[in-house]
């Protein structure tokens, strides 16, 4: 753990040990959006993040002080609202992954995201069942009108009650469940829960918030007593909450990359707007927890088998948009072989041996028309689509082939930007790039 970016707000802060070992000086470490990565890609040399050093991460702090609260805003389990057919087996996969990683590595509350209804509310449910996962959604209801989990967590530490509550967006829900769930307006299911924690003499207040900023705003202007909002809105920034000064907004980086964490005093109602707040960045420099690191081989041990065994039915038959490198080497011989000695030609062995050729988070890079109309639906189907090939550079071939030119000649920085991406890159640059992959240097 060796680099700690500070930010401190402000320096005030007396640590009173208690009995237990517990103390009044609260450590919360939280992150938000994780979106169904259960690891960073190693396409460059130094990636952050990942489940084995988040769980490592967090037993060190907890080491520090075990008046710790770990919590995450919501969004963990997928990357999309909906989860194609397709991708279902190993998005599950994934997700399962990801909840069993976060309750190894003591997740204490976990707020339900939108994103987390991608595959279903009884999928959410079993992952509660099945490995404990703590969820909290105070608007989330059935039919009946019941809600579907818990509102809100009460912990204690010394002589502290911290109340932490989650409110789900429900704006853009396009789950197949829309109708299996229904939710109660966020802003005033806010106030019913905030009233049922003040009652229960709560004397700190945590929203876990996976709602639009406006709603943000609103529920912090409507409760005064909560204290902080941990947020998974992009738009809100980490800090004060400029309307009412003694409210805080705080979010991580998503995609597992940092873990917020925060301390306070919480028996002095004051030093609550006196705390130290920062960023871990889960660098490589932090070693993995070797039962996480084990668990994570597990699984995509297991998406491997699973996806070698499926076809899918629905692959575009006869819509061949893609023509492949096969048949641009028909007339471009000169080119392909130029082709060939370039990086792009085996990329898709490079995954291979990181067996990580049937990961649907790998594959649409390394490969050629993946997903797109004419392409191919599954992993396993990659066949003739193997590697960055020419038509990922130069547009599809169908109607260039033998006929006019119809065929992008030289092919724009962004296309190069849609793969060399900065979270999959050390470096970039499209003029001193271009031409160390350009095909006229076949004539050279
Ligand atoms: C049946 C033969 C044939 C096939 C197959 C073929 N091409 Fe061509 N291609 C040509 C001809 C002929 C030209 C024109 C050559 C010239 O202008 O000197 C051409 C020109 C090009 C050019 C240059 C265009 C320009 O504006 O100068 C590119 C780029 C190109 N082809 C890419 C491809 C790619 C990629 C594929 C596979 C998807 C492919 N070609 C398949 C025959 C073919
Ligand atoms: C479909 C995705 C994709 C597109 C589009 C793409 N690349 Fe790449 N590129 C890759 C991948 C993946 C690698 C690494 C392959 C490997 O080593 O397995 C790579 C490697 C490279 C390398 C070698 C880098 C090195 O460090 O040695 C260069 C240079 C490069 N690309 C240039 C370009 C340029 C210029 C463009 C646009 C004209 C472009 N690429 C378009 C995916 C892409
Ligand atoms: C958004 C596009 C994209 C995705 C998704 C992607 N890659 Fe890459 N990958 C690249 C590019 C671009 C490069 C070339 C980077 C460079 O050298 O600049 C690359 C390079 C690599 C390399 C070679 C690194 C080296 O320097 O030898 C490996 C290994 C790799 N990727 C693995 C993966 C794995 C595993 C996944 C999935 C978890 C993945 N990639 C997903 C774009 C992508
Ligand atoms: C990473 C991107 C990329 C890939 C992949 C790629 N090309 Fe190119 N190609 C270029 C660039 C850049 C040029 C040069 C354009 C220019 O400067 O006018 C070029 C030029 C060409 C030309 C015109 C050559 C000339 O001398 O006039 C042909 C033909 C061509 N490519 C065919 C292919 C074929 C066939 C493949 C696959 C085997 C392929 N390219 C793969 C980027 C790519």
Same mark, same amino acid.
């Given at each position: ?193 905030? %009233?049922? @924690? #003040? *009652? ?10 996976? =709602?639009?900023? &406006?709603?943000?705003? $609103? ?74 690191? %084990?668990? @994570? #081989? *597990? ?10 065994? =499926?076809?899918? &039915?629905?692959?575009? $038959? ?93 092919? &724009? ?32």
């Amino acid at each position: 753990m060796k680099k700690l970016i500070l930010v401190i707000f402000c320096f005030v802060l007396f640590a009173c040990e208690k009995q237990d070992g517990f103390s009044d000086k609260v450590t919360l470490v939280y992150s938000t959006n994780v979106h169904g990565l259960i690891e960073p890609c190693s396409c460059k040399e130094k990636q952050v993040g990942g489940l084995p050093r988040r769980v490592t991460a967090i037993d060190s702090l907890r080491k520090a002080n075990k008046s710790i609260l770990v919590l995450d805003s919501g969004d963990l389990l997928f990357k999309n609202r909906i989860v194609s057919e397709f991708d279902l087996i190993q998005d599950k996969i994934k997700a399962e992954t990801l909840a069993e990683g976060f309750v190894f590595g003591g997740i204490d509350v976990m707020n339900v995201g939108d994103y987390e209804l991608a595959a279903g509310i009884d999928f959410v449910k079993s992952l509660e069942t099945k490995f404990k996962m703590p969820y909290v959604s105070c608007n989330l209801i059935d039919e009946k009108g019941k809600l579907l989990f818990e509102p809100f967590k009460v912990f204690e530490f010394g002589s502290v009650k911290i109340g932490v509550f989650g409110v789900t967006a429900l704006e853009e829900i396009t789950s197949r469940e829309t109708k299996r769930i229904l939710n109660h307006e966020p802003v005033t299911a806010s106030k019913i829960v905030v %009233e049922a @924690l #003040k *009652k229960k003499n709560c004397n700190v207040i945590i929203g876990l918030l996976d =709602v639009y900023q &406006e709603t943000v705003k $609103k529920i912090l202007m409507e409760n005064p007593e909560i204290n902080f909002a941990i947020v998974t809105d992009n738009f809100i920034p980490n800090g004060k909450v400029e309307f009412t000064k003694k409210q805080w907004t705080l979010k991580a980086l998503d995609e597992g990359k940092h873990l917020g964490i925060l301390t306070f005093n919480a028996a002095e109602k004051e030093s609550l707007s006196s705390f130290i707040s920062s960023e871990l960045i889960l660098e490589p420099e932090i070693p993995d927890n070797p039962k996480m690191a %084990e668990l @994570l #081989k *597990k699984a995509k041990e297991i998406i491997n088998s699973k996806e070698e065994t =499926v076809r899918s &039915e629905l692959l575009t $038959k006869g819509n061949f948009l893609f023509v492949t490198e096969k048949k641009c080497k028909t007339c471009h011989l000169e080119q392909h072989e130029f082709w060939k000695t370039t990086r792009h030609a085996n990329a898709y062995q490079t995954l291979r041996e990181k067996k990580q050729h049937l990961d649907n988070s790998c594959i649409g890079c390394h490969t050629t028309g993946y997903g797109k109309e004419g392409g191919f639906i599954r992993p396993i189907e990659v066949g003739n689509f193997a590697n960055v090939q020419c038509e990922m550079c130069h547009g599809v071939g169908q109607f260039h082939v033998g006929k006019d030119k119809m065929i992008v000649r030289k092919p &724009e920085e962004k296309t190069c930007l849609s793969c060399h991406e900065v979270d999959h890159t050390d470096y970039f640059n499209y003029k001193e790039y271009l031409p160390l992959i350009s095909c006229t240097n076949a004539k050279k």
